[in-house]
């Protein structure tokens, strides 16, 4: 369910639950509502993004549980000024509870500088529909190398 005009969804939007999950999520995070996104993800959910060690995560091993999900937030997500979601596609099993979406993620910053982040992005739900793991698939130098100043 997208609540936020900054979510241009441009791929397939039937009821399941994994895709619905991930709407809820961007819509969130547009809205720069970290409560509302922690009630999308399970208690023990684990949040990969991007997948592999990186800046947000150096050895690699997610972010894991509430408390981890909202370090993560801190840390990635609100120091951004607004995002700014593109799905292209998604892919979901039509009897399971995973879904791939594939897109872009526009960032911009308080000063007028954004970048643009190529990605999949795979959700896997729980029995309640609630986000169990997520996992971006990304790479961070592809994505500073769309750094543009104010």
């Known amino acids: 369910m997208i609540t936020s005009d900054a ?9 399941h639950p994994a895709r619905a999950a991930s709407q809820r999520s961007y819509s969130a995070v547009a809205k720069g509502d970290l409560e509302e996104w922690l009630t999308v993800y399970a208690e023990d959910a684990v949040i ?9 995560d150096p050895d690699g091993k997610g972010h894991r549980g509430h408390d981890g999900i909202r370090a993560f937030w801190n840390l990635a997500i609100a120091p951004i000024e607004r995002f700014e979601f593109e799905i292209n596609d998604s ?3 039509p009897e399971g509870n995973t879904c791939a979406n594939i897109g872009r993620i526009r960032t911009s910053f308080a000063d007028g500088s954004h970048t643009t982040t190529e ?7 729980d029995d309640d529909g609630r986000v169990a793991s997520m996992k971006a698939y990304w790479e961070p130098e592809r994505t500073m190398a769309t750094f543009t100043k104010a």
């Open 7 to 15: 979510i241009n969804w441009n791929a397939p939007n039937d009821e």
């Open 48 to 56: 990969e993004d991007p997948v592999g060690p990186s800046m947000f």
């Open 91 to 93: 892919f979901a099993n």
């Open 119 to 125: 990605l999949i992005m795979v959700y896997v739900v």
